[in-house]
Nanobody, 128 residues
């Protein structure tokens, strides 16, 4: 499985960005849980949200609830992270990752150890 992120950049606080994660897999794309993570300098990698990972299909970290949205284009095998009302504390390298089945569901899918494949990351910088 190969994942490639794009869409990062520099925006002012309160602005929006949409990140894309292009997923290439030999088997069915919808077998995998896809998560978005971020890592700021000097901090541990943090799970942000995931799709195909819970009974409600998605799961969000409290820090981004109401501001970030994950969606998927199955035809294009692309997962999107729409980020609104961005804050300086959202500054980080953002990664998408895929978890192959079997995998846990819900909050456990915000743990990086559940994921098997990772993209290279894209930098998001929010200025105050």
């Amino acid at each position: 499985v190969k994942l490639v992120e794009s869409g990062g950049g520099l925006v002012q606080a309160g602005g929006s960005l949409r990140l894309s994660c292009q997923v290439s897999a030999d088997d069915d794309f919808d077998r995998y849980a896809i998560g978005w993570f971020r890592q700021a300098p000097g901090r541990e990698r943090e799970g942000v949200l995931c799709i195909n990972c819970s009974d409600d299909n998605t799961y969000y970290a409290d820090s981004v609830q109401g501001r970030f949205t994950i969606s998927v284009d199955n035809a294009m095998t692309t997962v999107y992270l729409q980020m609104n009302n961005l804050k300086p504390e959202d500054t980080a390298v953002y990664y998408c990752a895929a978890a192959a089945p079997p995998y846990l569901r819900g909050a456990a899918l915000l743990d990086s150890f559940e994921y098997d494949y990772w993209g290279q990351g894209t930098q998001v910088t929010i200025s105050s």
